[in-house]
């Protein structure tokens, strides 16, 4: 059963400036997948940025506390990310995540560009 992310919302944005990503979940949506968004910026691996467990509690890398914030509506089959304050070291691709068990499931990724 294959759950289909579809990412949006990137861009480009000075130093200090906010973006917001939405991930539009469909196909096999359970209410109880973990959610998440990851990014990876050229030359590195893939990193955990937020998640959030199906109760909402949030998790966030030390690198983004307190300036990003991930929420999910699991009636509209959706996930967002808030990202404000934002540092030219944020530019990556942004890739949102559901986890179901041992099943995984990653979007196509949207380019967040942070320069000014």
């Known amino acids: 059963q294959v759950q289909l992310l579809v990412e949006s919302g990137g861009g480009w944005v000075q130093p200090g400036g906010s973006l917001r990503l939405s991930c539009a979940r469909s196909?096999?949506?359970?209410?109880?997948?973990?959610l998440g968004w990851y990014r990876q910026a050229p030359g590195k691996q893939r990193e955990p940025v937020a998640t959030m467990s199906s109760g909402g509690i949030p998790s966030y890398a030390d690198s983004v506390k307190g300036r990003f914030t991930i929420s999910r509506d699991n009636d509209k089959n959706t996930v967002t990310l808030q990202m404000n304050s934002l540092k030219p070291e944020d530019t990556a691709v942004y890739y949102c995540h559901a986890q179901r068990f041992e099943d995984q499931f990653w979007g196509q990724g949207t380019q967040v560009t942070v320069s000014s």
């Open positions: 196909g096999s949506v359970w209410p109880y997948d973990i």
